[in-house]
């Protein structure tokens, strides 16, 4: 197979693969066997500031044979940058591949020669890989047996460092965003944990009303009685109240799904915001806590979202609330209202709690900052909530002109035209 044809593969392997590790393997595993080379090792460069020592991290090695003579990187320590600053800022450093034959450089007689010859090299070629414009490493391709004619190939290897970059990077992004994703799931399972018995309540109630109608009928038959007109109420009612559980359950599965990437959809915000309101509404309730909705009836407003992380950031603030004053000894309430502004949609969560100073106010969108007691809260909520809906294209802030708490998410609607 020629060399330019396993690139292509190598390219298809590291961009397809599901497994990035198998996929590493497989396809540094095709280039040395077409390159019939010794050794393959892919380092990470390092640098001990305290010491002003080099020294490598390896990321991945593949060896012809288990007798095949493995690197000593150790020695590299004993190097300071000064030692080898001419072998990586004139070569390496600027995206230029280091190769030969052991006897025909320059610096067989320096440090590098030296390391070269202790290690029983015979030929080598290393080239830089770059990762966001930073030398980060080098693949190192090793024969021990004879010397080799680099030049010929030096063109289409430096393809392969092409990949391998835009192979870290990927990696590093699926790593970054699956990270983000689990804290952001790991947050909203925390908060569906703090409402749970509040949702079982909330589903309770309607279940029981449901039963003692049924019961009711059960009745009415034993006893040979049966009014249709009290039937076709009983029905109403039943009807009534499985909607209830039903909207209840949908808000659940939508704050409880996890997020795919890109995967946007076509809501009316109102809806959503309801759903959510349904599975917290009995919390509040049972904590005498009077919660008051100012959202117009029927207002249709539609917006292009990850319909479950609207719903995260709205419960993330209706459980602050509730945490905020739910064991004061003053009036409690929450509100929440919601009005069009020109191509926006705001909407507003206003509690009776006092609003914070100034300083506070900055720190609590900061990452791991909590006002509340010690185990009671991880302090993400809102820094996750205000990064979900600046991702949206829209703005979350406490509004410093209330003199309560109040939360104001603004969100841009969808267009048609």
Known sequence: MKLLNVIREINKILLNSPEPSLALERSMQLLATELEIDSLCIDENALNENSNRIYVESYYEWYSSEDTVRVDKDLLSSFSYEDIYEFFTNTLAIGKPLFGNIGDRPNQKSQIGDFFKENNLKSYFIAPIFFNSIHWGNLSLLDYRSPREWSEVENELMLITGQLSFFLKDQEFKKNFGQELCTSHSVKMATLGEMASGIAHEINN???????????????????????????????????????????????????????????????????????????????????INFVNRMEEGSDIPIECHPE????????????????????ECEKWIEVDMRELDDRVIFSLTDSGERVSNDVARKMMQPFYTTKDSGKGTGLGLSISKEIIMKHGGNFYLDNHCENMRFIIELPKLSYE
């Open 206 to 288: 309607p279940l029981f009303v449901i039963n003692g109608y049924a019961s009711k009928i059960d009745s009415s038959i034993e006893r040979g009685i049966l009014d249709v007109h009290e039937l076709k109420n009983i029905s109403s009612m039943i009807q009534r109240h499985c909607k209830r559980v039903t909207s209840i359950i949908s808000g659940l599965r939508m704050i409880s799904r996890k997020s795919k990437l890109d995967e946007l959809e076509v809501k009316n915000f109102k809806e959503v915001v309801e759903s959510t309101i349904d599975i917290s509404k009995e919390r509040i309730r049972l904590a005498n």
């Open 309 to 328: 992380q609207i719903s995260q950031v709205i419960v993330n603030l209706l459980n602050n609330s509730y945490d905020s004053i739910s064991n004061r």
